[in-house]
C-alpha cells in the first residue's frame, strides 16, 4: 500500500511539473505585445529636410538683380573663389542666395531705388551703422572651423575689429587669403605699426626678405594662448625652428626656460641675434654682484675681457644650457 501511494504521488507530481512546463513553453511561443517604441501611433516623426522659404516670400531677389546695378562688382566677384563657389557652384541654400547670403535680403532695397545702407543691406563698409560683430558674424557663419575655432572671446573680437579691415571679399587683391594689402606685414602693420617698423632694424626673423610671415608664429583668428601665438607657449614656437635650443639640458639656465623674450625680441633689434640690451648689460640685469664686478669696465686687461669680442660669452658659450658635467658655469 505505502508503494502504491508513493507511486501515484510521484506521477502526480511529474504530471504537474509538464504541465507548468508546458504552459511557459507555450506563452514563449505567444507574440510579444508591441512597445511603445515599436507602436506605430508612439513612433516619434522623423526630421524632414529644411526647406528654404521662398525667394519672394523671405525679401530675396536674387543675384541677376543684384547684377543690374553693380555689374563692375558683381563680375569682380565672379573672378574670385568666392565668388564662383556662391554663384556658380553653391553647397548650401546659404551659399545659393549669392550676394544677399552676405549682404541680406534686397528686396526692400530694390523697391526703395538703391543707395547705401538702404533697406538694411550690410555693407561692410568703413562707415557701415552695422554692428561690427553682426558683421563678422556673417563671416563666422561659414568660417568657424580650423584656424578660425577660437575667433569668439579672441583678442581681435574682443576689440571689435571687423574682418574687412585685414580681407578684401568682392575681389582678388592678392593671391591668397583675400588680404585687404598686399603682403601679410603690410596687413598686420595697419594697427601693430611698432612691430612692422622693428623688421627694418638690422637684426630681424627674415620677414623682408619673404622667408617668413606674422602668421608664421602668430594666428590673427585666436588661440588659446598669450599674444595669439601658434604654440601654446612663446618657447614652443621659438623652437619650431631652432631646436638646437630646446634642450633637455644637464644644466638649465632659468631665464631661458622661461621665455626666449627675456633676452630677445623676436620682432627685431638692433643688436646682434635680436637681443633686446647689448652685451654685458644685458646679463649684468640678473648678474650683479656675482663673481664678476657690477662694471666691469676699465683701461686694464683684466676689465677688457669682459666687455671685447663676445663679452660674457668669451667664457660662458654654452648660454641656453650645458649638458657637460662641468658645465653648471655654461662654460663648457
Known amino acids: 500500500m505505502h508503494t502504491g501511494v508513493g507511486m501515484s504521488g510521484k506521477s502526480a507530481g511529474f504530471a504537474v511539473v509538464l504541465t507548468i512546463a508546458a504552459l511557459i513553453g507555450g506563452l514563449l511561443l505567444l507574440p510579444s505585445p508591441p512597445t511603445p517604441a515599436q507602436t506605430p501611433a508612439q513612433?516619434?516623426?522623423?526630421?524632414?529636410?529644411?526647406?528654404?522659404?521662398?525667394?519672394?516670400?523671405?525679401?530675396?531677389?536674387?543675384?541677376?538683380?543684384?547684377?543690374?546695378?553693380?555689374?563692375?562688382?558683381?563680375?569682380?566677384?565672379?573672378?574670385?573663389?568666392?565668388g564662383r563657389l556662391m554663384l556658380q557652384h553653391p553647397r548650401s541654400a546659404k551659399e545659393g542666395m549669392g550676394c544677399e547670403g552676405c549682404h541680406g535680403p534686397g528686396k526692400e532695397h530694390v523697391e526703395k531705388g538703391g543707395g547705401k545702407g538702404v533697406g538694411g543691406m550690410i555693407t561692410f563698409a568703413r562707415n557701415d551703422k552695422t554692428p561690427v560683430d553682426k558683421r563678422n558674424q556673417v563671416c563666422t557663419t561659414c568660417h568657424n572651423k580650423g584656424q578660425h575655432l577660437f575667433w569668439k572671446g579672441s583678442a581681435h573680437e574682443s576689440r571689435d575689429v571687423p574682418c574687412t579691415s585685414c580681407h578684401v571679399v568682392m575681389e582678388n587683391f592678392t593671391p591668397k587669403h583675400n588680404l585687404a594689402r598686399a603682403t601679410v606685414i603690410d596687413t598686420c602693420g595697419q594697427c601693430h605699426v611698432k612691430q612692422k617698423d622693428q623688421q627694418l632694424r638690422s637684426s630681424h626673423m627674415p620677414l623682408r626678405e619673404g622667408k617668413m610671415t606674422c602668421t608664421s608664429c602668430h594666428n590673427p583668428h585666436g588661440t588659446i594662448s598669450v599674444s595669439l601665438l601658434k604654440e601654446p607657449w612663446p618657447n614652443a614656437t621659438c623652437f619650431a625652428c631652432h631646436a638646437d635650443k630646446r634642450g633637455p639640458f644637464l644644466w638649465v639656465h632659468a631665464p631661458v626656460n622661461e621665455s626666449c623674450s627675456n633676452c630677445h625680441d623676436p620682432h627685431g633689434s638692433n643688436h646682434e641675434r635680436m637681443l633686446k640690451v647689448a652685451k654685458p648689460r644685458l646679463c649684468q640685469q640678473c648678474h650683479i654682484e656675482s663673481r664678476h664686478p657690477t662694471s666691469p669696465y676699465g683701461r686694464d686687461v683684466s676689465s677688457q675681457k669682459f666687455v671685447l669680442g663676445r663679452a660674457c660669452l668669451n667664457c660662458h658659450v654654452n648660454i641656453h644650457g650645458s649638458n657637460h658635467p662641468s658645465g653648471f658655469a655654461f662654460t663648457r
Open 43 to 82: 513612433t516619434p516623426a522623423q526630421p524632414s529636410a529644411v526647406t528654404p522659404p521662398s525667394p519672394a516670400d523671405a525679401g530675396y531677389v536674387g543675384s541677376e538683380t543684384c547684377k543690374g546695378c553693380h555689374e563692375d562688382q558683381w563680375n569682380k566677384f565672379a573672378a574670385t573663389k568666392m
